[in-house]
């Protein structure tokens, strides 16, 4: 490690808890230098460096040197310690990566606290329950990455994992007795560890410098190889059935978007016309249509054909309700916990207060088949070409499986590989409210952030999510900004639908012009939700700008990123670049209006070192002076978009 670096000549250890033969045994010590050796009576744990140019490649094992198997409970292969005062913590900030879509990400000062949602009804949508969650001050737990930043030295560390097929992992933050733990975790859910067997652990990589933007690039392009992420997909634009009509959607109303499309292609130039969530009979009997609906799923898949449009559908294919037929004819399909109770994996007042939703034991041969037979037949027989696949969370939840050989991340990995294999080849699937890991190279897009809303936030999100997590429109934008290091990397990032109508909507103006942006600079597909017909000339113009906007982002872009992300919790700079363009969105968070100034130092830009740029929106322009951006003043949640060409190429 250089000299001078934020890891440098701190002290490194390891720990290692497991039981043998229900004796609890804690393996741990300090690690001198790189290779490292250790071991006791039962394990052997070893652990070796290989610097690359700017960066680090951590391998490590553990063996079971013993007769009898050994359940580790606790692997943390490699812990740094930091020296720290409590004056020095809010000099420190911390970037958190969220377990699954619809969790929160985003950076904190080591003064703050982990946010957790206040009704833990809610809970299975946000966290890895597989874990507690850390309630003091300056204990963080990231999913896969973390990175640690001195705001006074403008350096920051980054600490990722490089493999997610066989286990879920953290890299976390700890306050303990004046010294600041920086650790790496591999969730061994209660693995058993056979005699004389060994476990090579997910590499780690470990990156210091000041761009930290730069350096989750690069460990999100490595973990990509490393999961074998072939072409990924290009970029398609659509209509979903959601955000207007939510679960009240029916036939008449579906088809009445689907004509003012075939009408207005111009306005409405867009790929997929996706069916939400509302038609199915019950949550688990997919292939059914109800009674707002008087044809049969097949035959509205035709319908959108048709219309020369790639028809998608939505499904939950991990969890069930008791009035499905799957429940009522298989209720050993349902996943058990300790207690032999089936698993609760959602509360959705939608489709039902007192109602309950139960997670499939995906190891089960009986839901093999049945997911086999599901996906076989929506893109075979029925012809859907998109597959919107949500709540996935659910596959992976704790409980007692029919095979429990299998760590959490390795059911979900094989249920979306069989989902996969189940399917059409070229059928694009979107996976939503999915864990991240396993499902690289699995789908094609991911979401990966809350549902956006008609509103910018309210009680459920500022008040039950602490403002982080739950839907609103400004936590699905944070992880819109928070997460393009994934795009294009891992899959396309889908950043969720625009609402651009006035009825039913209370988003301001600038907020919609701000989501249009995010969504567009995010280079994921954009997606519309409204009710087609009633928009008005204004609003059409807009989806117009944002569908043009949105492609030439995705053409012109190899590069994504949020220069300011350990700075702000919203980055409030949102950067899409390639050879001949760069795209720059700078943005206000705040609740009141603010003479706003950017500093762009970190974006590499193209041309001269003074100019004026003018907003893609409303053409008023802006000064760039030696990489500061003089935006002038700023409404409420408002944004500016700048569009500056590479002159030379």
Not at 438 to 452: E, F, S
Not at 457 to 486: A, P
């Amino acid at each position: 490690m250089e000299k001078g670096s934020l890891l440098y000549n701190k002290r490194k250890s390891y720990l290692i808890r497991y039981h043998k033969n229900g004796r609890e045994i804690l393996f741990s010590g300090s690690i001198e230098d790189f290779p490292a050796h250790e071991e006791n009576r039962d394990l052997q744990f070893n652990l070796d460096i290989k610097d690359e140019q700017d960066y680090s490649i951590i391998k490590s094992s553990i063996t079971n040197s013993s007769s009898v198997e050994l359940k580790i409970d606790i692997l943390r292969p490699l812990i740094f310690s930091l020296d720290i005062s409590k004056r020095e913590l809010a000099s420190y900030r911390f970037f958190f990566n969220g377990f699954q879509s619809f969790s929160g990400t985003g950076s904190f000062s080591l003064n703050e606290r982990e946010k957790d949602t206040r009704l833990p009804a809610l809970r299975v949508l946000h966290n890895n329950t597989a874990l507690p969650k850390n309630k003091k001050r300056g204990w963080f737990t990231s999913d896969m990455v973390g990175v640690l930043y001195s705001l006074k030295k403008d350096h920051g560390a980054c600490i990722g994992f490089l493999d997610s097929t066989h286990f879920f992992t953290q890299v976390g933050t700890e306050i303990k007795d004046g010294r600041l733990i920086l650790y790496t975790q591999v969730q061994t859910d209660n693995i058993l560890l056979k005699p004389f067997s060994t476990i090579k652990l997910p590499p780690i990589y470990l990156s210091q410098g000041n761009d930290c933007s730069l350096m989750l690039e690069v460990w999100a392009d490595l973990l990509a190889r490393r999961m074998n992420v072939e072409n990924i997909t290009p970029k398609k634009d659509g209509w979903c059935s959601w955000y207007y009509y939510f679960a009240h959607i029916d036939e008449d109303e579906l088809i009445k978007n689907l004509e003012v499309i075939k009408v207005d292609k111009k306005t409405f130039n867009i790929d997929i016309f996706e069916l939400d969530d509302g038609y199915q009979e019950a949550i688990g009997d997919w292939t059914e249509t109800n009674n707002k609906f008087r044809s049969s799923l097949k035959d509205i898949s035709l319908k959108i054909k048709d219309a020369d449009l790639m028809p998608g559908v939505w499904t939950a294919p991990f969890m069930v309700r008791k009035n499905s037929s799957i429940f009522k004819k298989n209720p050993d399909w349902i996943l058990k916990d300790k207690y032999l109770r089936p698993v609760v994996s959602l509360w959705n007042p939608n489709w039902g207060i007192f109602g309950k939703t139960y997670a499939l034991d995906i190891t089960h041969t009986g839901v093999q088949e049945y997911i086999k037979d599901l996906f076989f037949t929506l893109t075979y027989e029925y012809g859907f070409e998109f597959l919107k696949i949500d709540f996935l969370y659910a596959g992976c939840l704790p409980g007692i499986r029919h095979d429990p050989s299998l760590t959490l991340a390795e059911v979900m990995r094989f249920g979306l590989a069989l989902i996969r294999k189940s399917c059409k080849p070229q059928t694009l699937i979107l996976g939503c409210g999915c864990p991240l890991g396993p499902a690289i190279g699995m789908v094609d897009t991911m979401r990966i952030g809350n549902d956006v809303t008609p509103y910018w936030s309210g009680f459920v999100s500022d008040f039950l999510g602490q403002g982080f997590e739950q839907l609103s429109t400004k936590n699905c934008i944070r992880n819109t900004l928070t997460r393009t290091l994934m795009q294009k990397k891992w899959w396309l990032n889908d950043p969720d639908c625009l609402i651009v109508r006035k009825v039913n909507n209370k988003l301001t103006y600038p907020e919609i012009i701000t989501l249009s942006t995010v969504i567009a600079l995010s280079g994921g597909p954009l997606m519309l939700s409204d009710n087609l017909g009633s928009l008005d000339d204004k609003q059409k113009e807009l989806i117009q700008k944002a569908l043009y906007l949105s492609r030439e982002v995705s053409e012109h872009s190899f590069r994504y990123y949020c220069p300011d992300i350990m700075i702000n919790q919203i980055p409030e700079i949102q950067v899409a670049q390639g050879n001949d363009k760069t795209f720059i969105g700078v943005y206000n968070f705040r609740g009141h209006a603010k003479h706003k100034v950017y500093d762009l130092r970190h974006v590499n830009l193209p041309g001269p070192k003074t100019r004026v740029v003018n907003d893609f929106w409303t053409g008023a322009p802006a000064s760039i002076e030696d990489g500061i951006l003089r935006a002038g003043i700023l409404e409420s949640h408002a944004c500016r978009l700048f569009i500056i060409e590479n002159t030379s190429v």
